[in-house]
Protein backbone atom coordinates (compact mmCIF):
# COMPACT_ATOMS: atom_id res chain seq x y z
CA UNK A 1 0.00 0.00 0.00
CA UNK A 2 1.28 3.60 -0.84
CA UNK A 3 2.64 5.58 1.91
CA UNK A 4 0.21 8.85 2.38
CA UNK A 5 1.96 11.87 3.99
CA UNK A 6 1.26 13.16 7.65
CA UNK A 7 -1.45 15.96 7.23
CA UNK A 8 0.30 18.41 9.10
CA UNK A 9 3.06 18.49 6.43
CA UNK A 10 3.52 21.75 4.19
CA UNK A 11 5.07 19.61 1.59
CA UNK A 12 3.16 18.55 -1.45
CA UNK A 13 2.18 15.71 -3.29
CA UNK A 14 5.51 15.17 -5.11
CA UNK A 15 7.67 15.90 -2.18
CA UNK A 16 8.87 19.84 -3.43
CA UNK A 17 7.52 22.90 -2.20
CA UNK A 18 5.39 24.80 -4.47
CA UNK A 19 6.09 28.50 -5.20
CA UNK A 20 4.55 31.16 -2.67
CA UNK A 21 1.07 31.66 -3.45
CA UNK A 22 1.34 30.10 -6.74
CA UNK A 23 0.62 27.29 -8.49
CA UNK A 24 2.62 27.32 -11.22
CA UNK A 25 5.37 25.74 -11.09
CA UNK A 26 3.37 22.44 -10.22
CA UNK A 27 1.63 22.73 -13.55
CA UNK A 28 4.87 22.81 -15.11
CA UNK A 29 5.65 19.48 -13.79
CA UNK A 30 5.90 16.65 -16.18
CA UNK A 31 4.08 14.19 -14.86
CA UNK A 32 1.36 17.10 -14.19
CA UNK A 33 1.35 17.73 -17.79
CA UNK A 34 0.30 14.64 -19.00
CA UNK A 35 -2.18 13.93 -16.74
CA UNK A 36 -3.95 17.27 -16.91
CA UNK A 37 -2.98 19.07 -19.87
CA UNK A 38 -6.61 19.20 -20.92
CA UNK A 39 -8.29 19.54 -17.96
CA UNK A 40 -6.83 21.96 -16.44
CA UNK A 41 -10.01 23.78 -14.40
CA UNK A 42 -12.90 21.92 -13.60
CA UNK A 43 -16.31 21.49 -15.81
CA UNK A 44 -13.61 21.25 -18.68
CA UNK A 45 -14.57 22.43 -22.59
CA UNK A 46 -18.59 22.20 -21.53
CA UNK A 47 -17.93 24.83 -18.70
CA UNK A 48 -15.82 26.79 -20.90
CA UNK A 49 -18.71 27.31 -23.53
CA UNK A 50 -21.76 27.97 -20.94
CA UNK A 51 -19.09 30.51 -19.57
CA UNK A 52 -18.94 31.58 -22.84
CA UNK A 53 -22.11 31.89 -23.91
CA UNK A 54 -23.70 33.76 -21.05
CA UNK A 55 -21.43 36.76 -21.67
CA UNK A 56 -23.14 36.89 -24.74
CA UNK A 57 -20.50 38.71 -27.25
CA UNK A 58 -20.76 39.59 -30.73
CA UNK A 59 -19.22 37.15 -33.29
CA UNK A 60 -15.95 38.40 -33.56
CA UNK A 61 -15.58 39.92 -30.33
CA UNK A 62 -11.99 40.43 -28.50
CA UNK A 63 -11.08 38.57 -25.56
CA UNK A 64 -8.36 38.19 -23.05
CA UNK A 65 -7.85 35.05 -21.20
CA UNK A 66 -5.55 35.47 -17.82
CA UNK A 67 -4.25 32.54 -16.77
CA UNK A 68 -4.56 30.66 -20.39
CA UNK A 69 -2.20 27.81 -18.83
CA UNK A 70 -1.38 25.68 -22.27
CA UNK A 71 -3.97 27.84 -23.99
CA UNK A 72 -6.71 24.80 -24.12
CA UNK A 73 -9.59 27.53 -23.51
CA UNK A 74 -7.99 30.28 -25.73
CA UNK A 75 -8.02 27.47 -28.89
CA UNK A 76 -11.77 26.76 -28.47
CA UNK A 77 -12.88 30.40 -28.20
CA UNK A 78 -11.10 31.08 -31.75
CA UNK A 79 -11.49 27.81 -33.40
CA UNK A 80 -15.36 27.44 -32.19
CA UNK A 81 -16.13 30.63 -31.90
CA UNK A 82 -14.42 32.43 -34.06
CA UNK A 83 -13.11 35.17 -31.63
CA UNK A 84 -10.18 37.43 -31.61
CA UNK A 85 -7.95 35.63 -28.21
CA UNK A 86 -5.14 37.65 -26.26
CA UNK A 87 -3.95 35.16 -23.94
CA UNK A 88 -1.59 35.63 -21.13
CA UNK A 89 0.20 33.28 -18.50
CA UNK A 90 2.63 34.32 -15.58
CA UNK A 91 4.61 30.63 -16.85
CA UNK A 92 6.63 31.20 -20.07
CA UNK A 93 6.91 27.55 -20.36
CA UNK A 94 3.19 27.87 -20.67
CA UNK A 95 3.25 30.19 -23.16
CA UNK A 96 5.61 28.43 -25.07
CA UNK A 97 3.48 25.02 -25.24
CA UNK A 98 0.66 26.64 -25.51
CA UNK A 99 2.18 27.98 -28.90
CA UNK A 100 3.42 24.55 -30.08
CA UNK A 101 0.23 23.29 -29.02
CA UNK A 102 -2.28 25.74 -31.01
CA UNK A 103 -0.04 24.95 -34.37
CA UNK A 104 -1.37 27.02 -37.14
CA UNK A 105 -4.21 28.05 -34.73
CA UNK A 106 -1.69 30.37 -32.89
CA UNK A 107 -2.27 32.86 -35.84
CA UNK A 108 -5.60 33.36 -34.46
CA UNK A 109 -4.54 33.87 -30.75
CA UNK A 110 -2.30 36.34 -29.43
CA UNK A 111 -0.33 34.67 -26.37
CA UNK A 112 1.91 36.51 -23.96
CA UNK A 113 3.78 36.03 -21.22
CA UNK A 114 2.27 38.19 -18.82
CA UNK A 115 0.91 39.35 -14.98
CA UNK A 116 -2.84 39.29 -14.48
CA UNK A 117 -1.83 42.65 -11.89
CA UNK A 118 0.17 44.23 -14.73
CA UNK A 119 -1.40 43.78 -18.36
CA UNK A 120 0.55 44.66 -21.28
CA UNK A 121 -2.55 46.05 -23.37
CA UNK A 122 -4.17 49.57 -24.04
CA UNK A 123 -6.84 50.30 -22.36
CA UNK A 124 -10.21 49.68 -23.58
CA UNK A 125 -9.29 47.02 -26.13
CA UNK A 126 -11.55 44.15 -25.10
CA UNK A 127 -15.46 43.04 -25.16
CA UNK A 128 -15.04 40.72 -22.82
CA UNK A 129 -12.40 38.73 -20.01
CA UNK A 130 -12.26 35.08 -18.85
CA UNK A 131 -10.22 33.85 -15.30
CA UNK A 132 -10.62 29.94 -15.27
CA UNK A 133 -9.53 28.68 -12.21
CA UNK A 134 -6.87 31.32 -11.86
CA UNK A 135 -8.56 34.36 -10.01
CA UNK A 136 -7.86 32.72 -6.73
CA UNK A 137 -4.03 32.24 -7.50
CA UNK A 138 -3.24 35.87 -7.96
CA UNK A 139 -1.34 37.79 -5.15
CA UNK A 140 -3.13 41.24 -5.69
CA UNK A 141 -6.87 40.67 -6.56
CA UNK A 142 -7.86 44.08 -6.26
CA UNK A 143 -5.02 45.46 -9.15
CA UNK A 144 -5.77 42.36 -11.06
CA UNK A 145 -9.21 43.67 -11.38
CA UNK A 146 -8.27 47.27 -11.93
CA UNK A 147 -6.11 45.91 -14.64
CA UNK A 148 -8.98 43.86 -16.18
CA UNK A 149 -11.33 47.16 -15.76
CA UNK A 150 -8.45 49.02 -17.44
CA UNK A 151 -8.34 47.35 -20.56
CA UNK A 152 -12.11 46.39 -21.14
CA UNK A 153 -14.42 48.29 -22.90
CA UNK A 154 -17.21 50.07 -21.37
CA UNK A 155 -19.77 47.69 -20.08
CA UNK A 156 -17.47 45.02 -20.96
CA UNK A 157 -17.78 41.36 -19.59
CA UNK A 158 -15.81 39.51 -17.02
CA UNK A 159 -16.84 35.87 -16.14
CA UNK A 160 -14.47 34.48 -13.53
CA UNK A 161 -14.86 30.61 -12.92
CA UNK A 162 -12.63 29.10 -9.65
CA UNK A 163 -12.21 27.26 -6.17
CA UNK A 164 -13.99 28.38 -3.33
CA UNK A 165 -14.95 27.33 0.21
CA UNK A 166 -18.53 26.27 1.98
CA UNK A 167 -16.76 26.28 5.28
CA UNK A 168 -13.37 25.99 6.95
CA UNK A 169 -10.49 23.90 5.60
CA UNK A 170 -9.97 20.86 7.83
CA UNK A 171 -6.37 20.89 8.77
CA UNK A 172 -4.93 18.21 6.04
CA UNK A 173 -6.39 19.73 3.01
CA UNK A 174 -5.21 23.04 4.28
CA UNK A 175 -1.88 22.05 4.87
CA UNK A 176 -1.10 19.51 1.98
CA UNK A 177 -3.67 20.00 -0.83
CA UNK A 178 -4.06 23.47 -0.72
CA UNK A 179 -1.09 25.08 -2.11
CA UNK A 180 -1.26 22.53 -4.96
CA UNK A 181 -4.63 22.82 -6.26
CA UNK A 182 -5.46 26.34 -6.49
CA UNK A 183 -7.46 26.18 -2.92
CA UNK A 184 -4.28 28.24 -0.60
CA UNK A 185 -6.36 31.46 -1.08
CA UNK A 186 -9.91 30.65 -2.23
CA UNK A 187 -12.70 32.58 -0.26
CA UNK A 188 -15.65 31.99 -0.15
CA UNK A 189 -18.80 33.14 -2.68
CA UNK A 190 -19.71 36.20 -0.40
CA UNK A 191 -16.17 37.01 0.05
CA UNK A 192 -15.90 37.33 -4.01
CA UNK A 193 -18.71 39.20 -4.59
CA UNK A 194 -17.51 41.70 -2.27
CA UNK A 195 -14.52 42.06 -3.79
CA UNK A 196 -15.53 42.49 -7.62
CA UNK A 197 -18.04 44.55 -6.05
CA UNK A 198 -15.72 46.91 -4.67
CA UNK A 199 -13.73 46.87 -7.81
CA UNK A 200 -16.90 48.67 -9.73
CA UNK A 201 -17.85 45.43 -11.26
CA UNK A 202 -21.78 44.12 -10.98
CA UNK A 203 -22.63 40.69 -10.24
CA UNK A 204 -24.66 39.42 -13.46
CA UNK A 205 -25.30 35.87 -11.96
CA UNK A 206 -23.79 32.87 -10.29
CA UNK A 207 -24.08 29.31 -10.31
CA UNK A 208 -22.43 26.18 -8.14
CA UNK A 209 -20.41 24.38 -10.86
CA UNK A 210 -18.86 21.93 -8.41
CA UNK A 211 -20.34 18.77 -9.97
CA UNK A 212 -17.34 19.44 -12.37
CA UNK A 213 -14.71 19.29 -9.69
CA UNK A 214 -15.82 15.29 -9.28
CA UNK A 215 -15.52 14.92 -12.85
CA UNK A 216 -12.04 16.25 -13.21
CA UNK A 217 -11.35 13.51 -10.27
CA UNK A 218 -12.71 10.77 -12.28
CA UNK A 219 -11.26 11.50 -15.23
CA UNK A 220 -7.65 12.21 -13.41
CA UNK A 221 -8.20 8.60 -12.21
CA UNK A 222 -8.31 7.41 -15.45
CA UNK A 223 -5.62 8.97 -16.83
CA UNK A 224 -3.55 8.32 -14.21
CA UNK A 225 -4.28 4.43 -14.87
CA UNK A 226 -3.65 5.02 -18.65
CA UNK A 227 -0.69 6.84 -17.97
CA UNK A 228 0.90 4.58 -15.22
CA UNK A 229 0.30 1.49 -17.61
CA UNK A 230 1.52 2.96 -20.41
CA UNK A 231 5.02 4.19 -18.60
CA UNK A 232 5.07 0.91 -16.73
CA UNK A 233 4.85 -0.87 -20.43
CA UNK A 234 7.39 1.10 -21.72
CA UNK A 235 9.19 0.60 -19.09
CA UNK A 236 9.77 4.68 -18.43
CA UNK A 237 8.30 4.66 -14.26
CA UNK A 238 7.17 8.35 -13.64
CA UNK A 239 10.12 9.87 -11.17
CA UNK A 240 8.36 11.38 -8.35
CA UNK A 241 5.07 10.15 -8.96
CA UNK A 242 3.51 7.55 -6.59
CA UNK A 243 -0.40 6.76 -7.79
CA UNK A 244 -1.46 5.82 -4.37
CA UNK A 245 -0.81 9.17 -2.93
CA UNK A 246 -1.59 10.55 -5.36
CA UNK A 247 -5.37 9.11 -5.38
CA UNK A 248 -5.39 9.41 -1.66
CA UNK A 249 -5.50 12.81 -1.68
CA UNK A 250 -8.12 12.85 -4.76
CA UNK A 251 -10.41 10.65 -2.14
CA UNK A 252 -9.85 13.18 0.66
CA UNK A 253 -10.31 16.35 -1.88
CA UNK A 254 -13.53 14.45 -3.10
CA UNK A 255 -15.08 14.36 0.31
CA UNK A 256 -14.45 17.89 0.84
CA UNK A 257 -16.56 18.56 -2.16
CA UNK A 258 -19.67 16.28 -1.46
CA UNK A 259 -19.68 18.02 2.12
CA UNK A 260 -19.66 21.60 0.00
CA UNK A 261 -16.50 22.74 1.65
CA UNK A 262 -14.96 22.59 -1.40
CA UNK A 263 -16.53 24.56 -3.85
CA UNK A 264 -16.19 25.83 -7.72
CA UNK A 265 -18.38 28.83 -8.57
CA UNK A 266 -19.03 30.56 -11.72
CA UNK A 267 -19.36 34.50 -11.59
CA UNK A 268 -20.51 36.28 -14.52
CA UNK A 269 -19.70 40.18 -14.31
CA UNK A 270 -20.12 43.83 -15.90
CA UNK A 271 -17.51 46.22 -15.69
C1 LIG B 1 -5.07 25.88 -12.75
S1 LIG B 1 -4.20 26.64 -14.03
C2 LIG B 1 -5.56 27.05 -15.10
C3 LIG B 1 -5.14 27.21 -16.52
C4 LIG B 1 -6.25 27.55 -17.52
N1 LIG B 1 -6.98 28.76 -17.13
C5 LIG B 1 -7.22 26.41 -17.67
O1 LIG B 1 -8.31 26.49 -17.11
O2 LIG B 1 -6.88 25.43 -18.34
C6 LIG B 1 -3.78 28.23 -13.33
C7 LIG B 1 -2.93 29.10 -14.27
O3 LIG B 1 -2.85 30.44 -13.77
C8 LIG B 1 -1.55 30.93 -14.06
N2 LIG B 1 -1.28 32.11 -13.20
C9 LIG B 1 -1.12 32.13 -11.86
N3 LIG B 1 -0.92 33.39 -11.41
C10 LIG B 1 -0.98 34.20 -12.51
C11 LIG B 1 -0.86 35.62 -12.71
N4 LIG B 1 -0.63 36.45 -11.70
N5 LIG B 1 -1.00 36.09 -13.97
C12 LIG B 1 -1.21 35.26 -15.01
N6 LIG B 1 -1.31 33.91 -14.88
C13 LIG B 1 -1.21 33.38 -13.65
C14 LIG B 1 -0.65 29.73 -13.81
O4 LIG B 1 0.61 29.85 -14.42
C15 LIG B 1 -1.49 28.59 -14.41
O5 LIG B 1 -1.22 28.39 -15.77
Known sequence: MATVPEP???????GQEPAANCCSAFYELDWVRQLAED????????????????????PGATLVELGCGTGTSAMLLAEELGMKVSAIDISAANI??????????????????????SLPFEAGNFDGALAECTFSLFSDQASALAEIRRV????????????????????????????WTCLADAIDQDAYVHRFENAGFS?????????????????????????GLGRAMAGQPIPDFDPGVVRHWLDRFKQEVDRGIIRYLRFQLQA
Open 152 to 179: LKPAGQLAVTDMATGGPLPMDIASVLAP
Open 96 to 117: ERAKIRAGSLGDQIHFERGDAQ
Open 39 to 58: IFHPGGAALTRKTVAAMNLA
Open 203 to 227: VVEISDESAGLNQMILMLKRKMLLL
Open 8 to 14: VSAVGPV
